[in-house]
């Protein structure tokens, strides 16, 4: 869970001017993104990201992230943005004709995320570049998260199919990137844990790498294609679409039995308010998160601002 890794850090300190979020009731309003506002329960406002059922008896349920259920009888959507962006996965439209919108829609995996027909975020890197920063949260190049890792530091990355880059010229070398890939592995800089961590979804690293479905041990790269040509749900073992990765331990978002994943659903001997982190809203589909906030495999997390 987040409080593993986050323990991990050194706190830092944000200074910061307070920015509320607006409220809107018209579903073509964009909502801009508070960023210190007070952690807020579960209730009205904004649907939206990659929600997971949270399977406990009695308590409001969504489609599992990595599915393809859907659900009905939603509160009202309210668009939320990614970084002063608005993507498919909250935009409050059924980008892909199945149903599900944003929240509702099992291929979207945050706020971030403008590919709703596929685990892709559909947001590219700069083209084949081996180096990558945190995936999921809406821009490209470390500067303002430190993570850092490249594909060149996953032993799986070798010939003839180099996953999970798919390219020869990220081919395994464990001195890439200029630290040593073992210190990348095991430790990634506390503001790579602080930025990056909380939005990644259960089940992944902040690099991309999914365990596909949750509690498998099958761990799989969701940025190998956008749409149809990416990652689908319950095609995991498609190698080519989602090729086989190796997780970075030092920024993962592990699955608890108790907790919404991608492609799993909690035990159902799970306790009511088990699924999330301890005065983290849990979400779903009668159980939206506030303004600002987005459904991530059924917790309530911040959606990034800058």
Wanted: a negative charge.
């Amino acid at each position: 869970m987040l409080h593993q890794a986050m323990a991990r850090a050194s706190l830092v300190s944000l200074a910061a001017l307070a920015l509320f979020a607006q409220a809107f009731t018209a579903c073509g309003q964009t909502v801009p993104v508070g960023l210190d506002d007070p952690l807020p329960g579960a209730g009205s406002g904004s649907v939206g990201g990659a929600g997971g059922a949270l399977g406990v008896a009695g308590e409001p349920a969504m489609p599992v992230a990595g599915t393809n259920a859907a659900a009905g009888g939603e509160p009202p959507c309210q668009p939320t943005e990614c970084r002063g962006k608005l993507y498919e996965c909250g935009d409050c439209a059924d980008n892909d004709a199945d149903g599900g919108v944003d929240a509702l829609d099992s291929a979207c995996l945050g706020p971030c995320d403008d590919d709703e027909s596929g685990l892709s975020t559909g947001l590219s890197s700069p083209s084949g570049a081996c180096q990558k920063d945190c995936y999921f949260d809406g821009d490209a190049g470390p500067g303002n998260d430190k993570c850092q890792w490249s594909h060149e530091c996953d032993p799986l990355s070798v010939a003839p199919s180099y996953p999970p880059s798919g390219e020869a010229r990220c081919a395994y070398d464990p001195l890439a990137g200029g630290r040593s890939c073992g210190e990348l592995q095991q430790e990634q800089p506390a503001e790579c844990i602080q930025a990056c961590l909380p939005v990644v979804p259960n089940g992944c690293d902040c690099f991309g790498c999914c365990e596909l479905p949750g509690g498998s041990g099958n761990f799989r790269y969701v940025g190998a294609g956008r749409g149809s040509d990416g990652c689908q749900p319950g095609a995991w073992d498609d190698p080519q679409t989602c090729p086989p990765c190796t997780p970075v331990e030092g920024c993962f978002n592990d699955c608890k039995p108790c907790e919404a994943c991608v492609g799993k659903a909690p035990d159902a001997s799970c306790q009511s308010g088990s699924a999330c982190e301890a005065g983290q809203p849990r979400c779903g589909a009668e159980a939206p998160c506030e303004l600002g906030f987005y459904c991530v495999t059924g917790c309530c997390v911040r959606a990034p601002v800058r």
